[in-house]
């Protein structure tokens, strides 16, 4: 079966910074482009970012751009997320996704994780 | 920025067919997939590219897109069908942009 599993999360002050892991397995990993979408507590699902099958095409929602960064690790089969300079705005449940293409396009995003959280406070 | 519209709220009664709109300019141009949210877990993606089903979602589920509207369709509505939905687009300048999502309430 593929599966996502995210790690990472937890309590971080405002302003610090906390990176996200999200482990693949059950798949061919460097086939296909990788996504963060997370959720505000209540809310609905935000796009955060999106990284193709190589790295070499990334992409990021205009409220975490410059602050986070989205990287992955093919032998690892791991995709991970820098988040620096973090608000309350922040404070969220991030999910892993795996997309449908290679590319980062119009495919939808087939395989999500179960998340992981990120509370930012002080 | 691009902008998709969901209702906040649909209810349907049990055994019949509930609608779930998504607005958005010339929405009937792009692709729209629907995710599925139940309380405490991850989204499932339920359609993809407008009326395709991935394995395992029934056909009770259908979509269509047109104008500047697409929408979820269930028919036989089940209480398992009680879920938040999601409709998604992809937007050249600025990736994925999702709906507000739809609370469906099986009556």
């Known amino acids: 079966d593929e599966q996502l599993v995210e790690s990472g999360g937890g309590l971080v002050q405002p302003d610090r910074s906390l990176k996200l892991a999200c482990a693949a397995s059950g798949f061919t990993f460097d086939d296909y482009a990788m996504h963060w979408v997370r959720q505000r507590p209540g809310r609905g699902l935000e796009w955060v970012s999106g990284?193709?099958?190589?790295?070499?095409?990334?992409g990021y929602a205009d409220s975490v751009k410059g602050r986070f960064t989205i990287s992955r690790d093919n032998a690892k089969t791991s995709l991970y997320l820098q988040m620096n300079s973090l608000s309350a705005e922040d404070m969220a449940l991030y999910y892993c996704?795996?997309?449908?293409?290679?590319?980062?396009?119009?495919?939808?995003?087939?395989?999500w994780g179960q998340g992981t959280m990120v509370t930012v406070s002080s | 920025s691009y902008e998709v519209t969901q209702p906040l709220s649909v209810s349907v009664a049990l055994g019949q067919t509930a609608s779930i709109s998504c607005g958005g300019d010339n929405i009937g141009t792009k692709n729209v997939h629907w995710y599925q949210q139940k309380p405490g877990q991850a989204p499932v993606l339920v359609i993809y590219g407008d009326t395709n089903r991935p394995s395992g979602i029934p056909e009770r589920l259908s979509g269509s897109n047109s104008g500047n509207t697409a929408i979820l369709t269930i028919s036989r509505a089940q209480a398992g069908d009680e879920a938040d939905y999601y409709c998604?687009?992809?937007?050249?300048?600025?990736?994925?942009?999702f709906g507000g999502g739809t609370k469906l309430t099986v009556l």
């Open positions: 996704v795996k997309a449908g293409d290679r590319l980062l396009g119009d495919d939808p995003l087939h395989i």
């Open positions: 998604q687009v992809w937007v050249t300048s600025g990736g994925r942009v």
């Open positions: 990284i193709s099958w190589d790295g070499g095409e990334t």
